[in-house]
Nanobody
Framework: QLQLVESGGGLVQPGGSLRLSCAAFGFTLDSYAIGWFRQVPGKEREGVSCISSSGRSTNYAHSVKGRFTISRDNAKNTVYLQMNSLKPEDTAVYYC???????????????????????WGQGTQVTVSS
């Protein structure tokens, strides 16, 4: 079955860290740009970060720049989102998405709807609370 699976979410105190993983099953990620999105119930989806297929190009939303780092290990068929200095407003369900044609180019990338991505994960909950 072709799918993306996120993991690594959980409950963390403000100021803490988490590393999310996005693993691909049934296909290889090395020709896909990967993006991380997050959504809180009742609010619009927010683009968080993306990385090009080669890993040479990355982009971050202003709200997470300097705190989050996206990376990929194509040998492990996995993309990571290291989240440091977490804040309560980072609380959301985090999703990863993959597409072979949409370039990681910031606002243009994040503006695409879910259905425009080749693959979309099921999400992992991140809760930042004391």
């Amino acid at each position: 079955q072709l799918q993306l699976v996120e993991s690594g979410g959980g409950l963390v105190q403000p100021g803490g860290s988490l590393r999310l993983s996005c693993a691909a099953f049934g296909f290889t990620l090395d020709s896909y740009a990967i993006g991380w999105f997050r959504q809180v119930p009742g609010k619009e989806r927010e683009g968080v970060s993306c990385i090009s297929s080669s890993g040479r190009s990355t982009n971050y939303a202003h709200s997470v720049k300097g705190r989050f780092t996206i990376s990929r290990d194509n040998a492990k068929n996995t993309v990571y989102l290291q989240m440091n200095s977490l804040k309560p407003e980072d609380t959301a369900v985090y999703y990863c998405a993959a597409d072979s044609l949409i370039p990681c180019s910031g606002t243009y990338y994040y503006a695409h709807s879910n259905s425009e991505f080749d693959y979309w994960g099921q999400g992992t909950q991140v809760t930042v609370s004391s």
